[in-house]
């Protein structure tokens, strides 16, 4: 409970909690009796230390207070449920339809807990249908292995196999534990582009911290402004178990500060904007192509930068191309303005902010490279270099 702070404001008459707990734990807190001992001149001592006493012992059996929020940044330290967690390929026989493809994404709920989804066709980005997905859930069990249903089919997952049955217990596909890479993880720089971090050299980042093992921290501004780029990142988000939402591995790829690009733990979720790939609080990624926590990935990304007159007055909106993981996911869309918590729009140029939001996810191989003016429309592409294939 060390992490939960309680106030009493007499004044006010309210109790607040911390944003952890649930609505509707902060209705059981407040009650009309509870409420008799914040009033000036009627507080009995003895009677009010037994309510909050009784009230901590009744909110620490729901799961959400009993779970710490840890983020673990390595493999070797984040537990067995991080090797039950991940994506799974293989082929099922789904009800009413022949055996095909068929992914499942198992998504760590903490204390061996799990979600999972299956995906007829495949994994995401590799021909799975994620609008026929189906919703799993369950837990491991003290044998170790991690059952996972519905009223429709069972899943049954050791030492990497899952086996899917039907609500007959009739075995009907099974699939192995795979771990994906994007197509463009380690993509060398070209000639002309300019090298924001390499695992050491951190001269074109201002406030840059790096890692032990040579990985940037999140938080860091680059020294030179944008306007037209391309931009090529790698990174990597915590495994946070007991984490939900905008608190599991929270960062984000903010383009002249003004339009984000949300980094998120978003694997086997619905992909919405304020997820990963999205454009925050704008547009959704067309496909949820977020790979399981402390799995690299890879953002590509094409900027076009909004056109102002000599008054100042935007003439034309700023223009985004994203691949998230070599898949794209938003194909030279129109930013219709900042986004978020994003600067304004102006016709001052801004630096790429890597955004700081507590979470411990970590960078490597970031490089742009500046487009010229005839190059930065929607087919825009880099400068050649001599010799360049």
């Not at 490279?369 to 190059?375: F, G, Q, T, W």
């Amino acid at each position: 409970m060390s992490s939960t702070a309680f106030y009493c404001l007499r004044n006010s008459g309210s109790y607040l909690v911390n944003d952890r707990f649930s609505n509707h734990a902060k209705s059981l807190i407040y009650t009309p009796h509870f409420a008799l001992f914040l009033q000036p001149g009627t507080i009995h001592m003895s009677l009010f230390f037994r309510y909050v006493a009784s009230a901590l012992l009744f909110l620490l059996s729901f799961p959400v207070f009993a779970q710490e929020r840890v983020a673990y940044t390595s493999v070797q330290e984040a537990g067995p449920d991080y090797l039950v967690q991940g994506e799974y390929r293989g082929a099922v026989r789904f009800v009413g339809l022949l055996r095909s493809s068929c992914g499942l994404q198992v998504i760590a709920r903490g204390e061996g807990d799990f979600t999972a989804i299956l995906i007829p066709g495949g994994l995401a980005g590799q021909g799975g249908n994620l609008e026929e997905k189906v919703q799993l859930k369950g837990q491991t069990n003290d044998a170790g292995v991690t059952v996972l249903s519905n009223d429709t089919y069972q899943v049954k997952i050791a030492n990497g196999i899952a086996t899917v049955s039907n609500s007959e217990d009739r075995r009907i596909g099974r699939l192995r534990h795979i771990v994906r890479q994007s197509v463009t993880i380690g993509m060398p720089a070209p000639e002309q582009a300019v090298v924001l971090f390499d695992g050491q050299n951190t001269d074109n980042l201002i406030d840059a911290k790096v890692t032990e093992d040579g990985l940037l921290m999140e938080g860091v501004l680059t020294r030179e402004v944008v306007k037209d780029f391309r931009l090529h990142l790698e990174f990597k988000t915590p495994f946070m178990p007991n984490s939900l939402g905008q608190s599991r591995g929270n960062s984000g790829v903010y383009i002249q500060r003004r339009y984000e690009v949300q980094v998120l733990d978003s694997f086997g979720l619905e992909g919405l904007h304020n997820e990963c790939g999205g454009l925050y609080r704008q547009k959704p990624p067309t496909v949820n192509m977020a790979f399981p926590p402390l799995v690299w990935q890879t953002y590509d990304i094409q900027f076009r930068a909004a056109r102002f007159n000599e008054a100042g007055e935007k003439t034309e909106n700023a223009q985004i191309t994203v691949y998230h993981n070599g898949i794209p996911v938003h194909e030279a869309y129109e930013l219709t303005g900042k986004t978020g918590a994003g600067q304004p729009e102006t016709p001052t140029r801004q630096p790429i902010l890597l955004q700081n939001h507590s979470d411990p996810v970590r960078y490597r191989n970031i490089w742009l490279v500046h487009l010229e003016e005839s190059e930065a429309g929607l087919e825009a592409k880099p400068r050649k270099r001599s010799g360049n294939k």
